[in-house]
Structure formats: C-alpha cells, structure tokens
C-alpha cells in the first residue's frame, strides 16, 4: 500500500521551533516528567533527550520547559504554561494535516 | 515571523518510497543526470548521495535509477520512466500541499 506522510514543523524567523520529535518529547513530559520514559517513547538515547531539550528552548526569549538533573527517575522536566500553549496550538495543526492527509491519500496515483 | 513547513514523505508498505530530498535528487538527476551536481545541490557528499541513490531502488520491483560509476563528471544517473513517473507524482502532491500549507499559514496563532 502507498501512503502519503505529512511531517509537521514549526519554524520561528527560520529557527526550528517544533518538529513531531519535539512535540512528542513535550507532550510526554507534560504527562509524565519524565526524561527517562520520553527517551524511550522516541526510542533514542538519555542523553540525545537532554539535548533535544537544549535545542527547544535555545533561541526563545521564554522556555518552553525547566530542566532539573538527576534523581531517581533519572532527570525530569516540566514544563511551562508557554510550552502547554504551543504544544496544544501544534496538535492543533496536526489535527488540521490529519483530515488533509487522509483525503490526499484517497485520491494519489502511486 | 512563525511559519509552519509540511514534508512530504510517501511511503510503500510502511517503507519511505520518496522523500523531500530523494525527490530533489531525483529531479536534479532528471535535469542533469550528475551525482556531483546533485550532491552540491543537496548539500551533502558524494558518498552519500551515491547511498541515497541505493535506497531509492531498495526494495522496488522496479527502478526508479540506472547508475554508472566514475567518468569525466564523477558518476552520473539516469531516471527510469518509472522514476519520472513517481517524481511527477510527487509533484504533483507538493503542489496541492503547498496550497493547503499557504491557508494554514495564515490561520495560525503562534
């Protein structure tokens, strides 16, 4: 069967802001705190997941989470009002590209 | 400025057939038939374009590239109709996505 993906990024003065990677790491933050569960959702390393919490809020004049090392959870994140904002405006788009996707794929020739 | 980007992926059978990049490759081969212009084009080296060129045959009954290795133009490329074909496709689908990005660019609230 072939299928037609669309990925989702968000782009701020040409700076990526949001990918479905980030949006996926914040929004399993936003469940459960943990960086720890986060890397394994997204099946990467611990430490690729700190960096790509360096990488969110680089550039942003307000975080989109807080960072806190160690414990026994293995270092968590929460994260802000202003990343709740953006992650929920995301999935919103998202919800947008779904609808468009599905009848894109009804209609291709491949 | 916030501005969302859509990318294009089509898949077969949960495989990437075509992506943003192997389509422009695909395109540059099209209009030149050189690896080196290609790579320079997509920013990336040789070597990689040549292994792109390997995952974009991978698993099809048909090819949608001929290769040759070395000469004057270090190595060159020939689309298939039937890479021509999926390429126009292609096109085909970035144009209507393009479309639908342009309105979601001007409903956003980021």
């Given at each position: 069967?072939?299928?037609?993906?669309?990925l989702v990024n968000v782009k701020r003065d040409d700076n990526l802001l949001l990918t479905s990677d980030r949006a996926q790491l914040l929004k399993i933050l936003?469940?459960?705190?943990?960086l720890l569960t986060a890397s394994k959702a997204l099946n990467i390393s611990y430490n690729k997941t700190?960096?790509?919490?360096e990488e969110l809020n680089k550039?942003?004049?307000?975080?989109?989470?807080?960072?806190s090392r160690?414990?026994?959870?293995?270092g968590g994140a929460t994260i802000t009002d202003y990343?709740?904002?953006?992650l929920k405006e995301y999935e919103l788009i998202e919800n947008h590209v779904r609808i468009f996707v599905n009848k894109l794929n009804t209609?291709?020739?491949l």
């Open positions: 069967m072939t299928e037609i993906e669309l936003s469940q459960t705190g943990s700190w960096l790509m919490l550039g942003l004049s307000k975080p989109l989470v807080y960072k160690g414990g026994k959870g293995g990343g709740q904002f953006i209609e291709i020739n």
